[in-house]
């Protein structure tokens, strides 16, 4: 049987309840829209009461740090992940805490070993993340990670830059997050025009990639290990990386 949900978290979750309440075991989890002709299944509806039991339930009777896996791992929008977190969250429920003590067993070690994958892509763009003035004073960072994070990075960023109204974009996945006045909101938005940086902004980049070079030592220079704790896929939205390689 496939379960069809609405792609959010707490649809998935919602989906999760019905099943183990029903003692069903779903072969898949799919968003709703997706292309699976001829796959007969059912249709979930979003609760939130159902889907805020399920991470309660994952907190108390199993763990916060279970909670968290869950969480990521959804996030990483792996194929078939959601069915390896219902699965994991069933023999949770069965075994308690313990359970992400068994590393070796082949779904507690996917499921931190996705988890993980999250948290790293989560933590490097932390500090690769770079914010361009736009002539509106916005100001507006992009990037493309492999993860669907943008959600986790804002708590960080509303903390650092509190001051200003600021816009992360998603470029991978036509998704915002924006802040303003101690708050922030997550939504759809396309591409961003170029010409809307402020003259400052552009004085500023020019400045920067020129210090950059400037402080490069020719003879030193290793991209391997560049590439090995900044990815390369990072660097078209690193304005000291731009047209440089």
């Not at 309440?21 to 709703?32: A, G, I, L, S, V």
């Not at 396309?190 to 210090?211: A, F, G, R, T």
Request: hydrophobic share 35%; glycine share 4%.
């Amino acid at each position: 049987m496939t379960y069809f949900y609405d792609g959010s978290l707490e649809g998935f979750l919602s989906a999760v309840f019905t099943a183990y309440e029903k003692k069903e075991q779903p072969d898949f989890f799919y968003p709703t829209g997706r292309n699976t002709l001829f796959t007969e299944g059912r249709q979930i509806q979003t609760d939130l009461s159902q889907s805020e039991r399920v991470l309660k339930g994952v907190s108390e009777k199993i763990s916060w740090e279970a909670f968290r896996h869950c969480v990521f791992c959804f996030y990483s929008e792996e194929e078939g992940i959601e069915k390896s977190i219902y699965d994991y969250l069933v023999k949770g429920f069965c075994e308690g805490e313990k359970i992400d003590s068994n590393l070796t067993h082949p779904l507690i070690h996917k499921i931190h070993a996705v988890s993980r994958k999250v948290i790293i892509e989560i933590h490097r763009l932390k500090g690769f993340l770079r914010f361009k003035e736009l002539k509106n004073s916005l100001f507006y960072a992009e990037l493309s990670p492999d993860f669907n994070i943008i959600q986790f990075l804002a708590p960080h960023f509303a903390k650092r830059f509190s001051a200003i109204q600021w816009l992360i974009h998603d470029v991978k996945r036509n998704t915002c997050i924006y802040f303003n006045d101690g708050k922030w909101e997550l939504f759809q938005m396309d591409e961003i025009k170029k010409e809307l940086l402020s003259e400052k902004e552009k004085d500023i980049e020019n400045l920067w990639k020129e210090y950059f070079q400037s402080t490069a030592i020719r003879e030193r220079k290793n991209l391997r290990l560049q590439k090995q704790f900044m990815p390369k896929r990072y660097w078209k939205y690193l304005t000291e990386k731009e047209e440089n390689e």
